[in-house]
């Protein structure tokens, strides 16, 4: 349920409002109110608007909700697309997405940062310039949603997977100062006033699962990061999307690396942006990265050369030109790489994930083999 649709007719992207009162416009006839919109308005708007991110058609308007007591909306009047309906891998195939912008969507026309209103100059300069269009925008939407159509996975990783993991990571460091390998305990080493009896715990808690070894070095070899912020962000999505289908982004590995490249470039070369804390990594200069490649077919020395042609001309572009939904294809891309490469290991989490407990009931029990009493 998308706050802007694609006008076909008129080239361009629209909310409810400005596709109204265009309308208004151009058949003479007044825009009242959403309620009183002509029969011969909606047959258009059905045939005409696409669905941002999966370009059905068939667009019905959906008011806002407005609060009594201010008068003020609540929720932005927005368009339903039910016949067809949207195609599978549709951010917008939901009621929870009514009246809420997709994370990977950048609302270019909010211009509420200094960092977005430079972006938005760069956008309207490059359409003004002809370098791409709103057109090309939706074009590259809809080649991201093909890539992803065509690449979904289901989400079928362990949610208990990150807490084990680091569970048991935390074990081995524990285990620093057991016996070594081979080494049995004995009543002479029982008998050591300073034993690391939690060391040796830890160790036969290790020794369990011999094959969180095996897994745990195929995970460090690959260069997955499922510690840290990326794992945590993973370890969300995994929660959110359990049972779903997603897209993998590791099919666009080499765009993303271009992507990554050309924003980082763009963010020390262009003033407003270089002066601007966090322009590198932010979606904005990466969904306008993403543009500039896409419209260069990828190749880096063309989008650069437009870059060079743009960046000097902002400051006389009509702002209304970047009245359009940018697209970041890379929203969240370690996370979902890192999600998918873990779950290509199709690791087996135990039922039974709580290794401090085992540690505890590990030590006790070797305490009482040799007649050590526990520790107060």
Same mark, same amino acid.
């Given at each position: 349920?998308?706050?802007?649709?694609?006008?076909?007719?008129?080239?361009?992207?629209?909310?409810?409002?400005? +596709? @109204?009162?265009?309308?208004?416009?151009?058949?003479?006839?007044? #825009? =009242?109110? +959403?309620?009183?919109?002509?029969?011969?308005? !909606?047959?258009?708007? &059905?045939?005409? @608007?696409?669905?941002?991110?999966?370009? +059905?058609?068939?667009?019905?308007? =959906?008011?806002?909700? =407005?609060?009594?007591?201010?008068?003020?909306?609540?929720?932005?009047? #927005?368009?339903?697309?039910?016949? /067809?309906?949207?195609?599978?891998?549709?951010? $917008?195939?939901?009621?929870?997405?009514?009246?809420?912008?997709?994370?990977?969507?950048?609302? *270019?026309?909010?211009?509420?940062?200094?960092?977005? !209103?430079?972006?938005?100059?760069?956008?309207?300069?490059?359409?003004?310039?002809?370098?791409?269009?709103?057109?090309?925008?939706?074009?590259?939407?809809?080649? $991201?949603?093909?890539?992803? =159509?065509?690449?979904?996975?289901?989400?079928? @990783?362990?949610?208990?997977?990150?807490?084990?993991?680091?569970?048991?990571?935390?074990?081995?460091?524990?285990?620093?100062?057991? @016996?070594?390998?081979?080494?049995?305990?004995?009543?002479?080493?029982?008998? *050591?006033?300073?034993?690391?009896?939690?060391?040796?715990?830890?160790?036969?808690?290790?020794?369990?699962?011999?094959?969180?070894?095996?897994?745990?070095?195929?995970?460090?070899?690959?260069?997955?990061?499922?510690?840290?912020?990326?794992? &945590?962000?993973?370890?969300?999505?995994?929660?959110?999307?359990?049972?779903? %289908?997603?897209?993998?982004?590791?099919?666009?590995?080499?765009? #993303?690396?271009?992507?990554?490249?050309?924003?980082?470039?763009?963010?020390?070369?262009?003033? /407003? *942006?270089?002066?601007?804390?966090?322009?590198?990594?932010?979606?904005?200069? *990466?969904? $306008?990265?993403?543009?500039?490649?896409?419209?260069?077919?990828?190749?880096?020395?063309?989008?650069?050369?437009?870059?060079?042609?743009?960046?000097?001309?902002?400051?006389? %572009?009509? /702002?209304?030109?970047?009245?359009?939904?940018?697209?970041?294809?890379?929203?969240? #891309?370690?996370?979902?790489?890192?999600?998918?490469?873990?779950?290509?290991?199709?690791?087996?989490?135990?039922?039974? +994930?709580?290794?401090?407990?085992?540690?505890?009931?590990?030590?006790?029990?070797?305490?009482?083999?040799?007649?050590? /009493?526990?520790?107060?």
């Amino acid at each position: 349920m998308p706050l802007t649709a694609f006008s076909t007719s008129r080239p361009g992207e629209f909310d409810v409002d400005q +596709i @109204l009162k265009k309308l208004a416009a151009e058949t003479g006839q007044t #825009y =009242v109110s +959403i309620d009183k919109i002509p029969d011969g308005w !909606r047959e258009h708007l &059905k045939s005409d @608007l696409q669905c941002p991110a999966c370009f +059905i058609t068939g667009a019905e308007v =959906v008011r806002g909700s =407005v609060v009594s007591k201010s008068g003020k909306p609540s929720r932005q009047s #927005y368009f339903r697309f039910t016949v /067809p309906g949207h195609r599978t891998g549709c951010e $917008f195939d939901s009621p929870e997405t009514a009246n809420v912008v997709p994370e990977n969507l950048v609302p *270019l026309g909010e211009s509420r940062s200094s960092l977005t !209103r430079a972006v938005r100059d760069l956008v309207c300069t490059g359409i003004e310039l002809g370098v791409f269009s709103q057109t090309s925008i939706r074009d590259m939407r809809e080649w $991201f949603f093909n890539t992803k =159509v065509a690449s979904l996975f289901v989400v079928t @990783l362990d949610p208990r997977t990150f807490a084990w993991m680091s569970a048991m990571q935390e074990n081995a460091s524990r285990s620093h100062g057991a @016996l070594p390998e081979g080494v049995e305990i004995t009543p002479e080493i029982a008998a *050591l006033t300073n034993f690391d009896w939690r060391a040796e715990a830890a160790k036969v808690v290790r020794d369990r699962y011999p094959q969180h070894e095996v897994n745990m070095r195929a995970v460090l070899d690959s260069g997955i990061r499922m510690f840290g912020d990326p794992g &945590k962000r993973c370890e969300s999505l995994v929660k959110r999307y359990s049972g779903r %289908a997603v897209f993998d982004p590791t099919v666009l590995v080499d765009e #993303y690396q271009k992507t990554l490249r050309l924003a980082e470039f763009i963010a020390h070369n262009h003033p /407003p *942006l270089k002066s601007t804390k966090g322009s590198t990594g932010s979606v904005s200069v *990466l969904a $306008f990265s993403a543009l500039l490649l896409f419209v260069s077919g990828w190749d880096m020395p063309a989008a650069i050369a437009a870059f060079a042609k743009i960046s000097p001309a902002v400051g006389t %572009a009509n /702002p209304e030109l970047g009245n359009v939904m940018g697209l970041n294809p890379f929203h969240d #891309y370690q996370a979902w790489s890192t999600l998918k490469q873990l779950q290509d290991f199709a690791f087996e989490v135990p039922d039974d +994930i709580d290794i401090k407990a085992q540690r505890v009931a590990a030590e006790s029990a070797l305490r009482a083999k040799f007649g050590i /009493p526990p520790q107060a």
